[in-house]
């Protein structure tokens, strides 16, 4: 049996149904879209809608990747009477929200389509990093940065991965990695204009040229992103975004993503910190985020392609295990700036294909109807691991007088899970 026929043959399928609502299921051209061959796996719309979802990454998993360059350098500067826990809260927080907010995000875009949560998300985003702008204070920034614009990003950040899921079946995987691209560039080309800027114009207008630019890229989103399914408006039920874990295989998928989040966002948050501290110049150091980032095109991209023809499953496990490996073989006995950077490097490419794997599983064992509740429920439980991933790193670090080893072993020890 070929590859592409295992995946077809364990491929999700529709609910039970009426002998009438089979034939509908049947149809290529049923809008509930079950048959694969009613999958276009191309086009121009679907092209477009890669781009523009692409776009959405870039702004919203591609700006939460900057969490290292804030957490240096609110420590540096205005928060710097505040310890690295507390100040931990913040990227923690901002993921946490963004991640969190699918749960009610996935149900919007199943119910009105994704136009809707673009247009709302677009202005929050926005209007939270204005307000980081002219924010002075702890509590300012928290509800600016971490409350209101990562809310935004979430109804950016869904539709992209739901809407992209409708065009692709045989080569979901792939449509998939070029979208989770976008966040890859994103955490290089941010954290690089913002070392740059903050020197030159200074912290204020380096935040509203970041959210100028954000602005233009999902202009570009709400024309391009579109669901090849219709939307069905359903009665709202709470017990819809429970249903899914009633069932072993989601319950398990949701499990390991849950501890693979909770361990991935140590180094992404602390990597900066932890050379600083190690000797690194701070020019240096500020550059550790965007190697990461870079490398992680290629762990969004490579593994997803190889996973549509060596299965999912296969390389998300696979690439786990090299996550585990380079936070407790590597940069735990890591010295010097050489170590330090090729880890960010590797571990940028292991930590990218978690990233860009994690939507295409769920979409995997998902009825496509279900797709945005489903992937909304399955990141809502993840977002817990990234509100108390960092937090519990930066308490660590300060019970350990300022030691980041244990810090580090917990980050792997949870990818491990």
């Not at 692409?54 to 969490?67: I, R």
């Not at 190889?306 to 890591?334: E, Y």
């Amino acid at each position: 049996m070929s590859d592409t026929e295992k995946k077809e043959e364990f491929a999700p399928q529709a609910p039970p149904a009426s002998d009438g609502e089979a034939e509908a299921v049947k149809s290529p051209a049923s809008p509930a879209g079950f048959d694969k061959s009613a999958f276009p796996e191309g086009g121009a719309k679907a092209w477009l809608t890669v781009s523009g979802a692409s776009a959405c990454l870039f702004v919203s998993f591609g700006w939460v990747n900057c969490v290292g360059i804030f957490q240096d350098y609110y420590q540096e500067n205005q928060l710097r009477d505040y310890t690295p826990s507390e100040i931990a809260w913040i990227p923690a927080l901002q993921i946490f929200f963004m991640i969190f907010s699918g749960l009610f995000v996935g149900k919007v875009i199943d119910d009105y389509g994704p136009a809707l949560p673009l247009a709302i998300g677009t202005f929050f985003h926005v209007f939270g990093l204005m307000m980081v702008s002219i924010s002075k204070t702890y509590y300012q920034i928290l509800l600016s940065q971490a409350i209101c614009s990562a809310i935004g990003a979430s109804m950016v950040f869904y539709p992209a991965f739901t809407c992209v899921t409708t065009w692709f079946f045989k080569k979901r995987g792939a449509a998939i990695g070029l979208t989770v691209c976008g966040s890859s560039l994103g955490g290089v080309i941010f954290p690089i204009m913002l070392i740059h800027l903050i020197p030159q114009i200074g912290f204020g207008w380096s935040m509203r040229v970041c959210a100028f630019l954000i602005l233009a890229l999902l202009i570009w989103a709400n024309f391009t992103v579109r669901s090849r399914i219709p939307p069905t408006k359903r009665p709202f039920r709470v017990m819809a975004f429970f249903q899914p874990f009633r069932e072993l295989p989601f319950s398990l998928l949701t499990a390991a993503v849950y501890f693979f989040y909770w361990g991935m966002f140590i180094p992404i948050t602390f990597i900066v910190v932890e050379a600083r501290a190690g000797g690194m110049s701070e020019g240096l150091s500020q550059y550790l985020v965007p190697i990461l980032n870079g490398a992680s095109i290629i762990g969004r991209t490579v593994p997803n392609a190889l996973a549509d023809k060596v299965g999912h499953f296969n390389m998300m496990i696979t690439m786990s295990f090299l996550t585990m490996i380079l936070i407790l073989a590597f940069w735990l006995p890591a010295t010097g700036n050489a170590a330090d950077i090729t880890f960010a490097a590797l571990f940028g490419v292991a930590s990218g294909a978690g990233i860009g794997l994690t939507p295409v599983l769920v979409a995997h064992i998902s009825p496509i109807q279900d797709i945005g509740v489903r992937t909304g429920a399955a990141y809502a439980v993840a977002s817990i691991a990234a509100l108390t991933g960092s937090p519990i790193g930066g308490a660590i670090i300060s019970s350990s007088r300022g030691s980041f080893q244990n810090t580090k072993v917990f980050g792997g020890e949870s990818v491990r899970r």
